[in-house]
């Protein structure tokens, strides 16, 4: 089984976290859909500050990696 942890100390993310994307941008992180198939990377969603509604990216973009438990 994988979860999702930061890339920087491999500690876990949970809904409710605030996160940086490597653009600076801030939010929270508000759901994380698992990878589909081998190659897929999930996606996780996160409602920046400033604005309305959830934005979907791939983990990297918020520093974070899928590993094994």
């Known amino acids: ?15 409710g976290d605030t996160v ?9 992180l508000k759901g994380i859909g698992n990878p589909r ?5 999930g996606r996780v969603y996160v409602e920046l ?3 309305n509604g959830s934005q979907e ?7 974070a990696k899928w590993a094994d438990l």
């Open 1 to 15: 089984m994988q979860q999702l942890v930061y890339e920087k100390n491999n500690q876990p993310l949970k809904i």
């Open 20 to 28: 940086t994307t490597f653009r600076g941008e801030t939010g929270v």
């Open 37 to 41: 198939h081998a190659g897929s990377a």
């Open 49 to 51: 500050t400033g604005n």
């Open 57 to 63: 990216f791939f983990p990297s973009v918020v520093g």
